[in-house]
């Protein structure tokens, strides 16, 4: 049996976890532990490494909400030197990096909120494919995959794919961004947005049919000119 003391010892250990606040226990497994470690003593560079981590990612999803270059600037300036001030409000509830993105998606909303003539955001409802109630294509879609092996048409379908993710309402440019560019899981999307984890993945799906059916689109007119690679060369010299 183990002595009164080795007992006591472990009790008293087993006391001091329980004690330690939730945010600290949270850190000991977030990848930006560190990060936040550095920001809450306030070190020397630890502005520069939360903007070496943070700002690229940060601005992509400002500028993807916005549609602004100078609005999402303003937007990753304002929340970055918030978050360097007022870190101590970082509780450890979710990852630093979920709690930061949802910081710059409200900012970016509010921006897009206030703009004077704001245009009017396309209904996905009213351009995603149609579907039978078994689930398939009404319309059958052109299967643009093989092109992205194709070096002669992979810069023409980078800005296709571009071009239709600016089409997408902002609320699925963000999880597009998030989920399909910056490799968030969908629980992550789900706590930097504010939503369900099942709306992320709602969001996600129909932004990929929207993207698609706009590629499908594209290449099926890309194909149909003249001269164009693996289309008709009638007329062609």
């Known amino acids: 049996m183990e002595s009164h003391d080795v007992v006591m010892e472990r009790r008293g250990q087993e006391s001091a976890v329980a004690d330690v606040p939730r945010t600290r226990r949270r850190l000991t ?6 990060l936040v470690e550095r920001l809450c003593r306030h070190e020397p560079g630890a502005t520069e490494a939360l903007v070496a981590v943070y700002g690229d990612r940060v601005y992509r999803l400002a500028i993807g909400i916005t549609g602004n270059h100078s609005d999402a600037e303003e937007v990753v300036q304002d929340v970055l030197w918030s978050v360097v001030r007022k870190i101590d409000t970082f509780r450890g509830e979710s990852a630093f990096g979920s709690w930061l993105y949802r910081i710059v998606a409200n900012a970016a909303y509010q921006k897009l909120r206030h703009r004077p003539g704001r245009r009017g955001e396309i209904s996905l409802d009213e351009v995603l494919p149609p579907f039978h109630e078994s689930g398939q294509h009404v319309t059958p879609i052109a299967d643009w995959s093989p092109s992205v092996d194709d070096p002669s048409r992979q810069t023409e379908l980078r800005m296709a794919l571009t071009a239709s993710i600016e089409e997408l ?15 968030l899981s969908n629980v ?7 939503i369900t984890v099942a709306n992320a993945k709602s969001r996600t799906h129909r932004a990929r049919l929207f993207l698609r059916s ?20 009638s007329g062609a010299i």
């Open 29 to 34: 497994v977030d990848r930006d532990a560190d």
């Open 169 to 183: 309402p902002p609320d699925y440019r963000a999880v597009v961004l998030l989920h399909d560019v910056e490799g």
């Open 214 to 233: 706009r590629l499908a689109v594209y290449v099926g007119s890309a194909e149909a000119m003249p001269g164009a690679v693996g289309g008709s060369t």
């Open 188 to 194: 992550e999307v789900a706590e930097s947005l504010g």
